[in-house]
Each structure stands twice: as structure tokens, then as C-alpha cells.
């Protein structure tokens, strides 16, 4: 079956680094996605991942290692707004979203 | 990037009532839109694949009946729900697939319906 696992919560300091991991199981696979979601708002996207390796956008980055099914985001300098929850999915070969449960970020001054 | 807008953003109904909510891609063609579900501390449940021109495609416990959607055109893509019921309130977000990217998906704001 399908399946894609991301640690339902984590915790961390404002300022600092955290590091959010996924793992996935796709029937065909074409990109793996991550969205923030505020509460009460919708998602909206973060970063898009095909090939292998860090991709970096401002203060965050997004890896993806397709042999081993892994993904992970990463946030530096975090803020305040960063609070919120982090979705993962992988497309699979229809192009169809497999989506995670999300992780909630909680951020602490 | 690209913009959909949802309508309405929030509703409250009577029980037995329909509601019909709005997606509309803004600045592109969206040959397919998703419909999701998600309640309170869940994760998006995706309830039905919308393609233009075709029937929707359900995913599995999702009742068509209940939850009508029609695909007019490339921009609007619309769920009804029939009959609503309490259980029934939740987050409904709709999402089109922006083809001329990394077919990622752009989503609708939501809209939270409440069933008293």
C-alpha cells in the first residue's frame, strides 16, 4: 500500500534549527511536496522534490533521497510564524497527492 | 503564483439543507481539482478527484449522493452537499493542479461549514 510517515509533533526554540523527516511508499513515484498549514487557513506550498539532493529557498531547504524513500525539511532561524503544521506527499505515478498526517511545529521563545 | 479563491469562506446551515461551495482557479486552467475534507488536528482527506468535462472520481466511503461535484469549465469546480447533518461540519478545501508546473497543487483558502 501507500503510506507516508512524519513524526506528529516536535518542538523547538525561536532562532534555532529543526529538521522535520518523512519516509514514503508510492506505487510510482513523481516528487515529493511539502505545505505549510497555519490553523484554521488552508496549505500552501513550501518546496518540490524530484531528484535526489538539498534544495534551498531562503531559510528553508527540503531533501529528498529517492532510494531510501526519505525526505526531510528543514527550517533555520526559526520564527515565531513558523509555528504550524508541515504536510508531506509524494505523487505517485497517477499524479495523485499521498499525503502525510503533518507534523505540528510548536516554536518557543 | 497561482490563485484560487473559495466561496464562501464560511458557512453555518440547518440540518437537512444543502450548501454548495465555490472553487475557482483565478489565473490559470485548472483541467483537474481536488476536493478535500480535514477535521479538527486530521490531515487533509482527499474526498474526490474533479476533472472538466468528466464525472468526478470518488475515493473510497465517499458518498456521490451526498456530495455532489460538477466540473463546468476550466476555472470552477463546485461541491454541493446534499442533505447536510452535524457530522457533516468540517474544512472543505478544494485544490487545482497547475499542469504547466510541477503539477504541484495550489490551494482554495477553505471553507469551514457547520451543520447545527
Known amino acids: 500500500g501507500q503510506n507516508i510517515d512524519q513524526p506528529t509533533e516536535m518542538t523547538a526554540t525561536e532562532g534555532a534549527i529543526v529538521q522535520i523527516n518523512c519516509t514514503y511508499q508510492t506505487s510510482g513515484f513523481n516528487g515529493l511536496f511539502w505545505y505549510q498549514q497555519h490553523a484554521g487557513e488552508a496549505p500552501t506550498f513550501l518546496s518540490y522534490n524530484v531528484l535526489d539532493g538539498l534544495e534551498e529557498k531562503g531559510r528553508f531547504s527540503s531533501f529528498l533521497s529517492r532510494s531510501k524513500g526519505y525526505s526531510y525539511l528543514l527550517l533555520k532561524e526559526l520564527q515565531m510564524k513558523d509555528s504550524a503544521s508541515y504536510l508531506c506527499?509524494?505523487?505517485?505515478?497517477?499524479?495523485?497527492?499521498?499525503w502525510g498526517a503533518g507534523t505540528k511545529l510548536i516554536i518557543k521563545p | 503564483g497561482a490563485v484560487v479563491s473559495q466561496h464562501p469562506s464560511r458557512v453555518i446551515c440547518k440540518s437537512g439543507t444543502s450548501v454548495k461551495i465555490e472553487c475557482r482557479s483565478l489565473?490559470?486552467?485548472?483541467?483537474?481539482m481536488f476536493w478535500y475534507r480535514q477535521f479538527p488536528k486530521q490531515s487533509l482527506m482527499l474526498m474526490a478527484t474533479?476533472?472538466?468535462?468528466?464525472?468526478?472520481?470518488?475515493e473510497q466511503g465517499v458518498e456521490k449522493d451526498k456530495f455532489l461535484i460538477n466540473h463546468a469549465s476550466l476555472t470552477l469546480s463546485t461541491l454541493t452537499v446534499t442533505s447536510a447533518h452535524p457530522e457533516d461540519s468540517s474544512f472543505y478545501i478544494c485544490?487545482?493542479?497547475?499542469?504547466?508546473?510541477?503539477?504541484?497543487?495550489?490551494f482554495g483558502p477553505g471553507t469551514r461549514l457547520t451543520v447545527l
Open positions: 474533479s476533472n472538466e468535462g468528466s464525472k468526478a472520481t470518488y
Open positions: 506527499a509524494a505523487m505517485d505515478s497517477n499524479y495523485q497527492l499521498i
Open positions: 485544490s487545482a493542479r497547475w499542469t504547466s508546473g510541477y503539477n504541484e497543487q495550489f
Open positions: 489565473d490559470f486552467q485548472a483541467t483537474t
